[in-house]
Every structure is written in C-alpha cells, then in structure tokens.
C-alpha cells in the first residue's frame, strides 16, 4: 500500500515536473521571439537612419536652410526694431 502512495506521488511529481518544463519552455521561446523582433526593428531603424545619412550631407542641407535664415534674419531684424521704438 505505502508503495502504491509512492509510486503515485512519483508519478505527479513527473507529470508537474513536465509541465514546468514545457511551461517554462514556451516561455522562453515566446521571449526570444519578441527579442528577435525588437532588435530586426531596431536594425532595420539603423539602417534607414544610414541610407538618410548618405544622401543628406553639409551642402545640402545649407541649401535648405539658407532661405529659412533670411526669414528668420528678417523677423529679428523686424523685433529689433520695433523694441526700440516701444
């Protein structure tokens, strides 16, 4: 009888013992996974930020800006003025 109790505790035991496992197993794998997206994303990011960065350099980029610094050139100018007068 003390046996049976035994072997049937040392069954359950295998059976949890399993589960936890498995378990434990799936949780892994689903970690992984979400890792494994999140940095492809962030690598894909980087990339793209790169590609930017090949095509925008100095020159360009003070060809866009030249006519926003003559406006905001102007508005100075313009607050200057009109702070003096007030």
């Not at 003390?2 to 049937?8: A, P, V, W």
């Not at 689903?30 to 940095?39: H, Y």
């Not at 994303?41 to 100095?58: C, M, P, S, T, Y």
């Amino acid at each position: 009888m003390f046996e049976s109790i035994q072997l049937r505790i040392t069954m359950i035991m295998d059976k949890l013992s399993d589960i936890l496992i498995t378990m434990l197993t799936a949780s892994l794998a689903g970690l992984a996974w979400v890792l494994n997206r999140l940095f492809k994303r962030v690598d894909e990011a980087h990339d793209r930020i790169d590609k930017l960065d090949k095509l925008v350099d100095r020159p360009y980029l003070e060809t866009q800006l030249a006519p926003i610094r003559g406006e905001v050139s102007l508005i100075l100018k313009t607050l200057l003025e009109t702070s003096k007068r007030g």
